[in-house]
Nanobody
Framework: QVQLVESGGGLVQAGGSLRLSCAAS????????IGWFRQAPGKEREFVST????????AYADSVKGRFTISRDNAKNTVYLQMNSLKPEDTAVYYC????????????????????WGQGTQVTVSS
């Protein structure tokens, strides 16, 4: 089992940057693929990015591709989401999620494939 805690959210102007962190406790963090999702008020939770347990495989939603970068440091049990060129439409609560990965390069797009979730961190982008 793994516990996840997100941090790094806040208020930023459009065009600015934030780096979110997802810190994990528990065993064998390097066995888990990690996903970032976000949920804006009145909307469903949507996929943002995912990274394989090795870090060698990554994927992004089209809406963030080229602006966001996901990475992980297994020695620190942490996954990062670097968010640049932020837009007001990026405003949401951001969640990280984890699931055991079948292969070292496996990653997962659907929120239904993840077993463990953090409590979320608010990101607000002002225009």
């Amino acid at each position: 089992q793994v516990q996840l805690v997100e941090s790094g959210g806040g208020l930023v102007q459009a065009g600015g940057s934030l780096r979110l962190s997802c810190a994990a406790s528990g065993r064998a963090f390097s066995s888990y693929a990690i996903g970032w999702f976000r949920q804006a008020p009145g909307k469903e939770r949507e996929f943002v990015s995912t990274i394989s347990r090795s870090g060698g495989g990554t994927a992004y939603a089209d809406s963030v591709k080229g602006r966001f970068t996901i990475s992980r440091d297994n020695a620190k049990n942490t996954v990062y989401l670097q968010m640049n060129s932020l837009k007001p439409e990026d405003t949401a609560v951001y969640y990280c999620a984890a699931r055991l990965a079948t292969f070292s390069l496996s990653y997962y797009y659907s929120r239904y494939e993840y077993n463990y979730w953090g409590q979320g961190t608010q990101v607000t982008v002002s225009s």
